[in-house]
């Protein structure tokens, strides 16, 4: 009997199905309990018994139900980039300024007008603004010019001719380019453009004015005087040009070679030349330009033709180049 009920009755570990793990595509038969443990490092997957290939197979089926929670995805590059715009500061939107010790009062949406401006990026929320022990959002510029650029990014208004100067400096600060725009198009500046293109043709003008400077300098402090002179030749022709000369070649411009040339190879015994040049511009704006450029520096000069440089050269040619007389004054 206890046979047959042995081969009748099978026993419960034959009745019990063997437990299955997961298969490759995640389906299987009765699961042990799970727990699933994310972690910020290696986000590892662990079960309560430890058994092989639970890891991995939660893990597959996370990334199938959330395909964009894995490191590096769209989603975690948005978390991430929406935690490094956080605002560093928040603003009102009226904004009282403290420029320099000038005060001004105007909307956030007036300093913010040009997204691409320095004032823009100033109030943006990205970087800290100092205050002032009244509150007012502090500025380190001269306010001087500073009510120019709020009226202009309030309605487009240009500043007086005597102003221009001042508020480009400002606006280039502040990189307000449409108002850099329109002062460039307005006087004095657009004459400035113009000048400065005939003055590019000059060589070494710049070095010339310092050398001026420094001459006038030095010998009004070896004769302890309040002014110096100095001899400036100014010349606008490649070469010496006579009345010897003008029959023969019939023109201001002509070509020599280089051994007759150097026939002409002469230096004027001056302290300062200015020349040759190839521009409309005469030798009297040139002169213009050099006592314009020493009054901008705060320096007075006057000048006057003293006659022209008398040096033979060759049979009947002399130089005949001008010669100007600067008389610096220095106080």
Same mark, same amino acid.
Request: proline letters at 7%; hydrophobic letters at 35%.
């Given at each position: 009997?206890?046979?047959? &009920? ?13 437990? $299955? ?31 092989? &290939? ?21 989603? &975690? ?57 009244? &509150? ?17 990014? $309030? ?42 293109? !005939? ?54 411009? !002509? ?18 030349? !200015? ?50 007389? !600067? ?5």
């Amino acid at each position: 009997m206890q046979q047959n &009920g042995a081969a009748e009755t099978p026993s419960r570990a034959a009745d019990t199905p063997p437990l $299955r793990r997961f298969g490759p595509e995640g389906r299987s038969g009765p699961q042990p309990r799970v727990m699933v443990v994310f972690s910020a490092a290696s986000e590892s997957v662990e079960s309560l018994d430890g058994g092989p &290939g639970l890891a991995g197979a939660t893990a597959g089926l996370q990334e199938q139900e959330h395909p964009k929670t894995a490191v590096g995805s769209p989603r &975690g590059n948005r978390s991430k980039a929406a935690l490094s715009f956080t605002p560093v500061q928040e603003f009102p939107e009226v904004i009282p300024l403290n420029v320099g010790g000038t005060c001004f009062t105007t909307r956030l949406s007036t300093l913010c007008r040009y997204e691409d401006s320095m004032l823009a990026a100033m109030f943006s929320g990205r970087h800290h603004m100092p205050q002032d022990s009244d &509150g007012r959002y502090f500025i380190d510029r001269d306010g001087a010019y500073f009510g120019d650029i709020l009226n202009f990014l $309030r309605g487009g208004e240009l500043p007086q001719r005597d102003r221009v100067r001042g508020v480009h400096r400002e606006a280039q600060y502040y990189s307000i380019g449409p108002l850099l725009d329109s002062l460039e198009d307005t006087q004095p500046l657009t004459g400035e453009k113009v000048r400065q293109a !005939f003055l590019d043709l000059l060589p070494y003008y710049k070095d010339n004015l310092e050398r001026i400077v420094e001459i006038a300098k030095l010998r009004a402090m070896q004769r302890k005087a309040r002014f110096a002179k100095l001899k400036v030749c100014v010349y606008k022709e490649e070469m010496p040009i006579t009345p010897y000369e003008r029959p023969l070649f019939n023109s201001l411009r !002509f070509e020599r070679s280089e051994s007759e040339a150097k026939l002409f190879e002469h230096h004027c015994e001056v302290d300062v030349s !200015f020349g040759p040049w190839e521009a409309v511009a005469d030798v009297y704006d040139l002169l213009h330009c050099i006592v314009g450029d020493l009054a901008e520096r705060g320096i007075t000069a006057d000048q006057q033709c003293i006659g022209v440089c008398d040096k033979h050269l060759i049979n009947h040619y002399y130089c005949k180049r001008p010669i100007y007389e !600067f008389k610096i004054t220095w106080w």
